[in-house]
């Protein structure tokens, strides 16, 4: 109900403005005719028309020039009492009115110095300006009850509008937030999608190429060996098919049904891994130093994404090149690296050089994610990862990553 007059007395501020004059001019001419028992009464009304009419011309400036409009209804209020008209409510009514929407429209400090401006020349005026004497309690107490009400009641008004204000800004901060940390979510998964789907295809393709390349190659010199390498071309690509499936099936809805999709690689698959470069013509040696320790998911499909994605990149642009590949397990933190000793870049991207009896297609500059997808991977869990040349030639990738040990419990039921 009151958010009704509320909204109603802000969209029609004339019609409110005009009714408040009329009535208060009204009060005010009945204001006129009161007086004490015995006490002399105007007979001639037109002073307290002309106070009347000054004093509503004030409120009229109450919304716009809240301090005019408050010392203009003042020096009203003083005039009347000045004429030995009786400060009532009737005649204050008026300046009432103008305090109260300076409370409204103004500071706490601003309201309080007009207001206790207004109670020191009123209570001075009637008291010592009085022609007809009336009584102490009606000269001093009542006018400060008086401004006091309206004050009160506009500070009121003023603080719970400055609460709702706070708290409409807080909920608009809080929807913000809310949208922002949402984009963000949708952000950073879309990027780890994208890095899984580069890691997959770009690791069994690469894989593929090469193993279509030598076995087109060895077509006519050695079959036995096409046959087999046709063989592990047929493993490669339905290991790619499984690992698109699992990965694109992070996309679907959770009430959408289908076969139940294979966990998340991690370095217990490295061996398949290595016997898959293998079978593309790449030899990699696997060494693990310190003593193995189990890690959370997420820095497991880690390492292995960074290793599957060096070797990829040393299968597509160092076919016969030498690959090692060291796990170092310390007190806090593995580290892996993986080095080739060809003689040209072997892991950027955007430096390949294609294999030997292989169609050569220059590389575009500024192509390929490789880098920036391991890094990122190194990074989202803590971790660091450097790449570059080798003194002695070759290329070499290495990365830090933290360890996240089970409890205790899980690290003895862990076989």
């Not at 929807?175 to 963000?184: G, I, Q, S």
């Not at 398949?272 to 790449?282: C, K, M, T, Y």
């Not at 590389?363 to 971790?383: C, K, N, T």
């Amino acid at each position: 109900m009151n958010t009704a007059i509320e909204r109603y007395l802000a969209d029609h501020p004339r019609v409110v403005d005009t009714v408040t004059v009329v009535t208060l001019f009204v009060l005010f001419i009945v204001g006129a005719r009161i007086t004490l028992p015995g006490a002399t009464r105007h007979e001639a009304l037109w002073p307290a028309a002309i106070i009347a009419v000054s004093a509503c011309a004030g409120v009229l400036l109450s919304r716009s020039r809240p301090r005019t409009a408050v010392v203009v209804t003042t020096v009203c209020a003083l005039t009347a009492s000045a004429l030995g008209y009786l400060v009532t409510a009737l005649i204050l009514a008026p300046a009432m009115v103008a305090i109260y929407w300076l409370a409204i429209l103004t500071d706490r400090r601003t309201t309080r110095v007009y207001c206790l401006g207004m109670i020191a020349t009123l209570v001075t005026t009637t008291t010592f300006l009085d022609p007809l004497d009336h009584p102490l309690l009606l000269k001093t107490v009542a006018p400060i009850a008086y401004v006091l009400v309206p004050v009160a009641s506009g500070s009121a008004r003023r603080m719970r509008r400055a609460y709702l204000d706070a708290v409409h800004a807080r909920a608009e901060f809080a929807e913000r937030t809310r949208e922002e940390e949402a984009r963000h979510r949708v952000t950073e998964e879309r990027m780890r999608i994208a890095r899984e789907l580069h890691d997959v295809v770009a690791h069994h393709l690469a894989l593929a190429n090469a193993q279509a390349t030598t076995a087109a190659h060895l077509a006519r010199s050695n079959p036995e060996q096409t046959r087999r390498m046709l063989t592990d071309l047929t493993d490669t690509t339905s290991s790619a098919l499984r690992e698109l499936k699992a990965t694109v099936g992070l996309l679907r809805h959770a009430d959408d049904v289908d076969a139940p999709l294979e966990p998340a690689p991690g370095l217990s698959r490295l061996p398949e891994l290595i016997d898959a470069v293998r079978s593309a013509g790449v030899e990699v040696v696997l060494t693990t130093t310190g003593r193995e320790r189990p890690l959370s998911p997420g820095v497991d499909l880690t390492a292995y994404r960074i290793v599957q994605e060096a070797l990829t990149n040393i299968t597509k642009h160092a076919v016969g090149a030498t690959a090692s590949v060291l796990l170092a397990y310390s007190a806090d933190r593995l580290t892996i690296t993986v080095t080739n000793n060809a003689g040209v870049t072997a892991l950027a991207d955007t430096s390949a050089r294609p294999p030997a009896n292989a169609p050569t297609h220059p590389p575009a500059p500024g192509v390929g994610f490789g880098l920036i997808g391991m890094r990122e991977r190194a990074q989202s869990v803590g971790g660091n990862l450097e790449a570059g040349h080798r003194p002695e030639g070759g290329f070499e990738v290495s990365t830090a990553l933290p360890l996240y040990p089970q409890p205790p419990e899980e690290e003895e039921r862990t076989p």
